[in-house]
């Protein structure tokens, strides 16, 4: 069952308002990752407080970098069933997992972070992180 949408309102803003383009649907998911052109950032957002509390400011820290995608996606586990399972299977062989992050260039993934690389880190680890990963794909 889904989480109800007051919960996750908030979790979805806070990439929403930073350019990210929500996928609600596997079509839109299909109709995105693969026909992208250039660089995509996929965040596979969560409610999960001890990995996507500072999964979401870390990628905000990142995108205040000089090199960043050249598109912004989301995707929310946990509430957007079909959609995330859909994304899930471009981040293959990746198992599912949590938040996560996802960065496609022309279509193919060239990194992807797993949930058990975000936890535990604070959220200028992963904004640095991702900043050194724009740097050499983007």
Same mark, same amino acid.
Do not use: W
């Given at each position: 069952?889904?989480?109800?949408?007051?919960?996750?309102?908030?979790?979805?803003?806070?990439?929403?308002?930073?350019?990210?383009?929500?996928?609600?649907?596997?079509?839109?998911?299909?109709?995105?990752?693969?026909?992208?052109?250039?660089?995509?950032?996929?965040?596979?957002?969560?409610?999960?407080?001890?990995?996507?509390?500072?999964?979401?400011? +870390?990628?905000?820290?990142?995108?205040? +970098?000089?090199?960043?995608?050249?598109?912004?996606?989301?995707?929310?586990?946990?509430?957007?069933? @079909?959609?995330?399972? @859909?994304?899930?299977? %471009?981040?293959?062989?990746?198992?599912?997992?949590?938040?996560?992050?996802?960065? %496609?260039?022309? +279509?193919?993934?060239?990194?992807?972070?797993?949930?058990?690389?975000?936890?535990?880190?604070?959220?200028?680890?992963?904004?640095?992180?991702?900043?050194?990963? %724009?740097?050499?794909?983007?």
């Amino acid at each position: 069952m889904p989480y109800p949408e007051y919960i996750c309102a908030p979790m979805r803003e806070e990439l929403t308002t930073v350019g990210f383009e929500e996928l609600k649907t596997p079509e839109q998911v299909d109709q995105t990752i693969p026909n992208s052109k250039g660089t995509l950032l996929l965040v596979l957002n969560s409610v999960c407080g001890c990995a996507a509390g500072t999964a979401r400011p +870390g990628i905000k820290i990142a995108l205040q +970098g000089s090199k960043k995608p050249d598109k912004l996606a989301t995707v929310f586990a946990g509430q957007d069933l @079909e959609a995330t399972a @859909e994304a899930r299977k %471009f981040t293959m062989p990746y198992p599912p997992s949590s938040p996560s992050i996802a960065l %496609f260039k022309d +279509g193919k993934l060239v990194h992807f972070i797993e949930r058990h690389h975000i936890e535990g880190r604070s959220a200028e680890m992963i904004g640095e992180h991702l900043k050194e990963t %724009f740097e050499e794909y983007c």
